[in-house]
Nanobody
């Protein structure tokens, strides 16, 4: 069945970098990354259109994070640079398979049809 599998999370020092990967199955219109910390709502981080490659970023990560894709491997990536303690969260891969409403300036959680299991990112000294 269709699913998303994330990997690449871990612990790094402030200013460090990590690359998250999300392997997909099944076709998608848009792939995105969200993050969530305990007690707060899940928030959109970045998204990419699978056909065309147009990208979208939350203001909090612009200039530091880059979303990309490898169509041949059905994989999307999130390259995170200059990480800050406030980036600490569980990161979730997400897919809009048929609604075509996820890839836009404001990433809405209700446009997601498939969620990954999440991978923890911790930024600490």
């Amino acid at each position: 069945q269709a699913q998303l599998t994330e990997s690449g999370g871990g612990s790094v020092q402030p200013g460090g970098s990590l690359r998250l990967s999300c392997e997909t199955s099944g076709s998608t219109y848009c792939m995105a990354w969200f993050r969530q910390v305990p007690g707060k709502s899940r928030e959109g981080v970045a998204a990419i259109e699978t056909n065309g490659g147009r990208t979208y970023y939350a203001d909090s990560v612009k200039g530091r994070f880059t979303i990309s894709q490898d169509s041949a491997k059905n994989t999307v990536y999130l390259q995170m640079e200059s990480l800050k303690p406030e980036d600490t969260a569980k990161y979730y891969c997400a897919a809009d398979r048929y609604m075509r409403r996820l890839c836009q300036t404001h990433l809405p959680t209700n446009a997601v049809q498939t969620w990954g299991q999440g991978t923890q990112v911790t930024v600490t000294s």
